[in-house]
């Protein structure tokens, strides 16, 4: 008869640790809230793991996983978070609705950066000649192939001030609520289109 | 090594995958999952006395090379899964304006 806890090597008792030790850091990482925690318990999980292909007798694999699975990866998920949450206003106005003074205090200013406050988006303000030249009357598809979420323009009328985003967008319809008071400000939400028919 | 507890590392992975409230953590899942998947492999290809795979003199029994090669294709793959993945988090977060899966199966365009 065999006698489980004598015959261990030492080898056997770090494969058994490192084991317990992964199933902790994995539950940790389904539990947390925090995203940026969890980058940090990722890049551990790799590094558990990497040992435990050592043991395993592939060192090849585990040389292959400290690269990718506990340096770049955490790499990834820190652009794509810090990107996550980011609103990207166009600025086709162009005059003191969004800077007055070339400073941020214009009045369209104020109100965005409360906005993205209250719902903790990062504000990134845009007025790329590029992109507002491609959009010359094509706001729509505009919204649609790249990820600007909001565009701002004036109707040379009447002289407000016109903002335009997608319709499937929650945060359009929170927009147009706060911007409710406000009579020189108009939402204007694009539907989807069925490129089927 | 015990394939039982490699396996539970798996299923922990599974329970977070369906029970995430979070775009982004369903994708911390799938590579939980495939963490899994390549220690089970490996274990069956590895046993008692085996040296690693790099043939010198006085070397008479290696382990298994064919589940690590396989393996080292996987972890590549996994990468770039992930990171294709993240980016559709941001297209989604720039669609819906939300990253939660509730809200963002909740809208009326989803669901027909």
């Known amino acids: 008869m065999v006698n489980y806890i004598t015959d261990l090597s030492l080898i056997d008792y770090t494969a058994y640790a490192l084991q317990f030790l992964l199933i902790f850091i994995a539950v940790a990482i389904v539990v947390h809230k925090n995203n940026g925690t969890i980058i940090i318990l990722i890049a551990s999980f790799s590094l558990v793991t990497a ?66 406050d209250f719902y903790h988006l990062e504000l990134n303000i845009t007025n790329d000649p590029l992109l507002c030249r491609l959009g010359e009357g094509k706001d729509q598809i505009l919204c649609e192939q790249t990820n600007v979420d909001l565009i701002v323009s004036k109707d040379p009328a009447s002289g407000e001030y016109i903002l335009k985003g997608k319709a499937s967008n929650i945060l359009m319809n929170k927009l147009e609520q706060m911007t409710k008071d406000y009579d020189n400000i108009r939402v204007i939400k694009f539907k989807d289109r069925d490129f089927g028919e | 090594m015990n394939p039982i507890l490699t396996f539970l590392v798996v299923l922990i992975g599974f329970y977070g995958l369906s029970t995430s409230d979070n775009v982004i953590k369903s994708v911390f899942s799938v590579t939980i999952i495939e963490s899994g998947v390549i220690l089970l492999f490996l274990n069956l290809g590895n046993f008692e006395g085996g040296a690693i795979p790099i043939l010198s003199e006085g070397v008479t029994q290696i382990v298994d090379p064919l589940p690590q090669a396989l393996m080292i294709t996987t972890i590549v793959i996994g990468s770039t899964v992930t990171a294709l993945s993240l980016m559709l988090c941001i297209k989604v977060f720039h669609h819906y304006g939300t990253v939660e899966w509730k809200e963002v199966l909740s809208r009326e365009d989803v669901k027909s």
Do not use: W
Request: glycine fraction near 4%; charge should be negative; charged fraction near 20%.
């Open chain 1, 51 to 116: 040992s435990l292909y050592v043991i395993n007798n592939a060192p090849d694999v585990a040389i292959a996983e400290v690269a990718i699975g506990s340096a770049i990866i955490p790499l990834i998920y820190v652009i794509s978070i810090s990107r996550q949450r980011e609103f990207i206003v166009l600025d086709k106005a162009m005059d003191d609705f969004i800077i007055s003074d070339n400073q941020f205090t214009g009045i369209g200013y104020i109100l965005l950066k409360r906005f993205s």
